[in-house]
């Protein structure tokens, strides 16, 4: 197991967050389920990523459970869907993911994307539900820089992380320097483009120089610039080398893979996620 796979970061309430973690948007079945989270408990993964949306809180909280592990050991991120937002119907369906999950807290609760009429009654029920301890951290997923400055006009307490897209293709530097300069966390959702920056030809040559796969160098940028990570597989030796980061680039490898950007999104445009009320 490498040193990344058990470093974690100290957020600004106090709370330790593991840099990698493992997604699980379309594990879909209790027996793909258990076969994944049981290779990524024995690999090192400690973080374990959903949301409302993905419809497997029940299902990720029986894999883990089987773990037998104290829940203390695990951490569990979750996040409240657009359908579900405002103050009543946040702290609710909350209560009901927990219940899905077998767990009596979420170690963090995101708002998985900003939408305007319910924006700032979401939030004061994250603040509550984080005051009951229902939720040892709260966040947001999908906020842009003006997202975040609007909620800063009303929230008495801001957000820990920001979990956003981002890969070689949408590195997102400003946004993840604003939320550097905020002290919230960037967290990449996608970190691997879902598959769309593997082919890279350039990504390619440093992975064949490092003796590392494409996707191990994509994670490493990734965690070496600071941003934390959930990549997804169902596949059991992609999950074990996508937490077996324990090499290094140099700046100028890391400068290359900056300057790959595009701006080129494989998932919504949040603004419009915003404004429209739901994802379209
Ligand atoms: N907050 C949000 O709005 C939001 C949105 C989307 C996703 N997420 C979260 O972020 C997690 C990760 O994002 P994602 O699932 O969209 O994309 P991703 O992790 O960037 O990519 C997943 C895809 O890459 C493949 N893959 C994984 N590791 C690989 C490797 N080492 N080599 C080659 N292929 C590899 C997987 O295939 P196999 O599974 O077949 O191995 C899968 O098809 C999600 O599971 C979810 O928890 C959050």
Request: glycine share 6%; no cysteine.
């Amino acid at each position: 197991m490498s040193d990344i796979s058990t470093k974690t970061q100290t957020l600004s309430d106090g709370n330790d967050m593991p840099l990698v973690g493992f997604g699980t948007y379309l594990i879909d079945t209790p027996d793909k389920m258990d076969k994944a989270i049981t290779t990524a408990y024995e690999s090192g993964y400690r973080l374990f990523d959903t949301a409302q949306l993905y419809q497997n809180e029940a299902i990720l909280g029986e894999s883990i459970r089987k773990l037998g592990v104290n829940r203390s050991k695990i951490f569990i991120t979750d996040k409240i869907t657009e359908m579900n937002q405002g103050y009543d119907l946040t702290i609710d369906s909350a209560e009901y993911s927990l219940q899905q999950l077998g767990t009596d807290y979420f170690d963090l609760l995101l708002v998985h994307w900003p939408i305007s009429d319910k924006f700032f009654d979401t939030w004061r029920a994250f603040e509550e539900l984080k005051k009951q301890g229902k939720a040892k951290s709260i966040g947001v997923s999908n906020f842009t820089q003006s997202h975040l400055q609007l909620l800063k006009t009303q929230a008495s307490e801001m957000p820990v992380v920001n979990q956003i897209e981002t890969h070689p293709y949408l590195t997102q530097s400003p946004m993840v320097a604003f939320d550097n300069k905020e002290s919230i966390l960037t967290q990449a959702w996608s970190p691997l483009g879902r598959g769309v920056v593997l082919n890279d030809p350039m990504i390619a040559k440093m992975a064949a120089h490092h003796e590392r796969s494409v996707a191990q160098v994509i994670l490493r940028w990734q965690v070496q610039r600071g941003v934390a990570v959930i990549p997804k597989s169902q596949t059991a030796s992609r999950i074990k080398e996508n937490i077996d980061l324990d090499f290094e680039l140099s700046d100028d490898e890391m400068s290359m893979i900056d300057i790959l950007n595009k701006n080129q999104r494989n998932g919504r445009e949040p603004e419009l996620v915003y404004e429209m009320g739901k994802q379209y």
